[in-house]
């Protein structure tokens, strides 16, 4: 496997290109190491590539004056910001980039927006962005948390492969919001939603099959359902991200959710959940669930300890998403993992310390 390229999206006001080069056999150790910095603006946390140019990098600025930032990438580690413009809301922490429109959430505005884009001068081709406000006007259980809509990402749900369907979890309406085009103005309306427990807090989501898993932030917790679901549709079931949770105040532990589609290397479909906050001296945890049993009965069979604190993002890369890379916001540095034993657990076979990438929240393998 030749040298693979990683971009750190971080807490800083950069954007880090990363090289990771894999073993050549079994007697050479991987190397990861720091090629370039890309200052983009405060807080890049999350970044996502065009679908048919992927030198094009998308980010949100993640800050009250929310702003969405436009990087090219050439041959060199270090990229050139090309266009910025105003994400629609406050605290914008995610987009999805289709091939002429950036659909953003905004998280304290609770506010999705949407904004024209190309892939040529001047990529963002209105400064202006259509904004929907999330309907949600009572608040949860959790005072704290729950005063107000808070779409926490936006993801295509890849069951829906007709229409084309938003998915949007809202950690402050414990629901997941469902959208799709109207055909009368091509913008996206609500159409649904999905009832997730009462003060869990969704984050984010994945599917597979027939079946949507979300993540639930404030009870840390995998709430399972099957599609299609009505607004008032119980969960399947719903288990715990932790063998077991720490004690008060240690909150916040549910992250990131992935799921990798299986391969011919990996054949078995696992789900992996990053907690943040654990208290442990071995740091942050990825909780590893097994669907062997059915689609709609995840089991939890691997808890790999990280040594990172506060671990928020995760990607998975390389043949056949083979190694996964996480980082650290508040110490540990980056680190990439192995899948072995089938994608059952993890092995770590690089790193990179805080030091070389303060503060790295999210990352995209280009």
């Given at each position: 496997?030749?040298?693979?390229?990683?971009?750190?999206?971080?807490?800083?006001?950069?954007?880090?290109?990363?090289?990771?080069?894999?073993?050549?056999?079994?007697?050479?150790?991987?190397?990861l190491k720091?090629l370039?910095?890309?200052?983009?603006?405060?807080?890049?946390?999350?970044?996502?590539?065009?679908?048919?140019?992927?030198?094009?990098?998308?980010?949100?600025?993640?800050?009250?004056?929310?702003?969405?930032?436009?990087?090219k990438?050439?041959?060199?580690?270090?990229?050139?910001?090309?266009?910025?413009?105003?994400?629609?809301?406050?605290?914008?922490?995610?987009?999805?980039?289709?091939?002429?429109?950036?659909?953003?959430?905004?998280?304290?505005?609770?506010?999705l927006?949407?904004?024209?884009?190309?892939?040529?001068?001047?990529?963002?081709?209105?400064?202006?962005?259509?904004?929907?406000?999330?309907?949600?006007?009572?608040?949860?259980?959790?005072?704290?948390?729950?005063?107000?809509?808070?779409?926490?990402?936006?993801?295509?749900?890849?069951?829906?492969?007709?229409?084309?369907?938003l998915?949007?979890p809202?950690?402050?309406?414990?629901?997941?919001?469902?959208l799709?085009?109207?055909?009368?103005?091509?913008?996206?309306?609500?159409?649904?939603?999905?009832?997730?427990?009462?003060?869990?807090?969704?984050?984010?989501?994945?599917?597979?099959?027939?079946?949507m898993?979300?993540?639930?932030?404030?009870?840390?917790?995998?709430?399972?359902?099957e599609?299609?679901?009505?607004?008032?549709?119980?969960?399947?079931?719903?288990?715990?991200?932790?063998?077991?949770?720490?004690?008060?105040?240690?909150a916040?532990?549910?992250a990131?959710?992935?799921?990798?589609?299986?391969?011919?290397t990996?054949?078995?479909?696992?789900?992996?959940?990053?907690?943040?906050?654990?208290?442990?001296?071995?740091?942050?945890?990825?909780?590893?669930?097994?669907?062997?049993?059915?689609?709609?009965?995840?089991?939890?069979?691997?808890?790999?300890?990280?040594?990172?604190?506060?671990?928020?993002?995760?990607?998975?890369?390389?043949?056949?998403?083979?190694?996964?890379?996480?980082?650290?916001?508040?110490?540990?540095?980056?680190?990439?993992?192995?899948?072995?034993?089938g994608?059952?657990?993890?092995?770590?076979?690089?790193?990179?310390?805080?030091?070389?990438?303060?503060?790295p929240?999210?990352?995209?393998?280009?």
């Amino acid at each position: 496997m030749p040298p693979l390229r990683i971009l750190a999206g971080s807490y800083t006001d950069a954007i880090y290109t990363l090289q990771f080069d894999p073993p050549p056999d079994a007697d050479t150790s991987p190397a990861l190491k720091l090629l370039g910095v890309t200052h983009v603006g405060d807080r890049p946390s999350w970044i996502a590539s065009h679908p048919s140019d992927r030198s094009l990098i998308f980010a949100v600025l993640e800050q009250v004056n929310g702003e969405i930032v436009v990087i090219k990438y050439g041959q060199g580690p270090v990229g050139e910001v090309m266009a910025r413009a105003q994400s629609g809301g406050k605290d914008p922490c995610t987009l999805v980039v289709l091939e002429d429109e950036l659909i953003i959430g905004n998280y304290s505005s609770g506010t999705l927006a949407t904004l024209p884009i190309s892939t040529s001068p001047p990529f963002i081709l209105t400064p202006k962005p259509w904004t929907l406000s999330m309907p949600f006007n009572t608040a949860g259980p959790n005072k704290a948390r729950q005063a107000a809509s808070h779409p926490h990402q936006t993801i295509f749900n890849t069951m829906d492969l007709t229409e084309g369907e938003l998915l949007i979890p809202d950690l402050g309406a414990d629901k997941v919001w469902r959208l799709k085009r109207r055909n009368s103005t091509a913008r996206w309306a609500l159409h649904g939603s999905v009832q997730c427990e009462v003060g869990g807090g969704p984050r984010h989501v994945v599917t597979y099959g027939k079946t949507m898993y979300t993540l639930l932030e404030l009870s840390s917790r995998l709430s399972v359902h099957e599609f299609p679901a009505s607004d008032t549709s119980p969960p399947q079931t719903s288990l715990s991200t932790l063998v077991n949770r720490p004690a008060a105040p240690h909150a916040m532990q549910a992250a990131e959710i992935l799921l990798p589609k299986p391969n011919a290397t990996f054949p078995d479909p696992y789900i992996y959940v990053s907690n943040r906050n654990d208290p442990s001296p071995g740091g942050d945890t990825i909780a590893i669930f097994s669907l062997a049993a059915r689609e709609t009965e995840p089991e939890l069979v691997t808890e790999v300890r990280t040594g990172l604190k506060h671990l928020r993002g995760m990607c998975f890369g390389g043949d056949d998403d083979i190694y996964l890379i996480a980082g650290g916001v508040e110490g540990g540095g980056v680190k990439i993992y192995e899948r072995v034993e089938g994608g059952k657990n993890l092995k770590e076979v690089a790193s990179l310390s805080e030091h070389i990438v303060p503060k790295p929240n999210c990352f995209l393998w280009v």
